[in-house]
């Protein structure tokens, strides 16, 4: 049989083990919401020394008190002896030990997550006091076009409802100013034939709804909403500058204004001869071309053309300024543009952008039911024309292949 202190000894191992073997089943609560099998298991076999060492240790120490002997009385302070301190601190320990257990294993045994119940930052619960740091700033996503076709063009200002311009559209072939017979002929005579055209002033606008409430108490979520609704007009104007019909109320864009056509690729021509191919168009006209503007995906498709031995061409191309060129000509990469098509040209002479008035933001309380709802409307607007005086300075096409 074991001596008292390997009882007491086994007694404390055991308990040590049971509190740590408590703290993981804890530990593991708090983190998937239940104990798994091999801690529960454990926690049960540590359990069982420990009662049994529990048992062990008071029999022994109860047969110790009983064969005691205790001197003296009436009253008087009877003395330890040396296994009488032994058995007072043992019984000491033991109930320390129990009343540790107790607070440390009742009620946590069989707990889960589902049964723990308190206050928490939930919305049925104390969320609306827990505070979050907040970015004073709305971020947008995806970000600006960076360049509208504004950007490469001639743009003028008119007080006007209306620009009526002149078009030659034959310059040079009617002209005929051959060599004379001798003196006294007849001289060549030669015609010049104009059309008038006329480009109609547009609006183009769009509005939207606001409390007085939230404009009022967040002052960045105006300045937000007149560069988003400003923005808005800069990407209609691309629209339509390109793809205007000119019918309900649009302007006549550039690829409805009788501008010469390249029509779609070859099968035997990539991209890159497709374009040079469509800049002689141009040059036969007499206008340089000093932009090229095509969507992001045909020109990474022009970037990633490959020659015979795999090689990327374009892939060590260094643009002069950091600007991007084809054939020495600047490229207008942008999202206005549908992918698949393409416009070349000399941007400065052959059109004008017409500025009656630019882009501003209005606000009004005077529409609707607005007045009597506390809400404003607030009107982003402008109104501006386009004239395409030398068509011919001008080149579309398209990237499509053509299998005819």
């Known amino acids: 049989m074991s001596n008292l202190s390997e009882i007491k000894q086994a007694f404390d191992q055991a308990n040590e083990e049971v509190k740590g073997l408590v703290r993981q089943q804890n530990e593991e609560i708090k983190s998937i919401g239940e104990t798994t099998e091999k801690t529960a298991a454990a926690l049960r076999e540590a359990e069982k020394r420990f009662d049994e060492n529990k048992g062990e240790l008071t029999e022994r120490l109860e047969a110790l008190e009983a064969k005691a002997g205790r001197p003296g009385g009436m009253g008087e302070p009877q003395p330890r002896t040396a296994g009488e301190a032994f058995l007072k601190d043992a019984e000491d320990a033991l109930s320390r030990r129990e009343r540790e257990f107790s607070r440390e294993v009742k009620g946590i045994l069989p707990m889960n997550r589902k049964d723990i119940s308190g206050i928490t930052s939930g919305d049925d619960s104390a969320g609306a006091v827990a505070l979050s740091d907040r970015i004073e700033q709305i971020f947008r996503d ?110 006549e864009g550039l690829f409805n204004a009788g501008i010469q056509d390249h029509g779609d690729r070859p099968s035997d021509q990539d991209r890159l001869e497709h374009i040079r191919r469509a800049m002689v168009k141009a040059r036969k006209s007499e206008y340089p071309v000093t932009g090229i503007v095509m969507n992001p995906q045909d020109w990474a498709e022009v970037e990633l053309i490959k020659s015979d031995d795999g090689h990327y061409i374009w892939a060590w191309y260094m643009a002069a300024n950091g600007e991007t060129r084809m054939w020495r000509v600047p490229v207008i990469e942008t999202t206005a543009i549908n992918e698949g098509d393409f416009i070349l040209g000399n941007w400065n002479m052959g059109a004008t952008l017409w500025d009656r008035r630019q882009a501003e933001i209005r606000v009004s309380e005077s529409h609707g039911e607005l007045f009597v709802k506390n809400a404003v409307a607030i009107l982003a607007e402008e109104r501006m024309a386009l004239t395409v005086q030398k068509p011919k300075a001008f080149v579309k096409g398209s990237f499509d292949e053509d299998n005819t």
């Open 142 to 251: 995806p970000q600006r076009r960076p360049e509208h076709i504004r950007d490469v063009m001639n743009v003028q200002e008119t007080s006007r409802g209306s620009i009526e311009y002149y078009v030659d559209h034959d310059a040079g072939d009617l002209l005929d100013a051959g060599a004379q017979d001798g003196e006294l002929s007849k001289k060549n005579q030669s015609d010049i034939k104009l059309e008038a055209k006329t480009a109609p002033v547009r609006t183009i606008s769009h509005f939207v709804i606001a409390s007085r409430q939230v404009l009022e108490d967040a002052p960045m979520l105006r300045g937000y909403i007149d560069g988003e609704l400003t923005y808005g007009l800069g990407l209609e104007e691309d629209e339509q500058v390109l793809y205007g019909d000119g019918s309900d109320g649009t302007i």
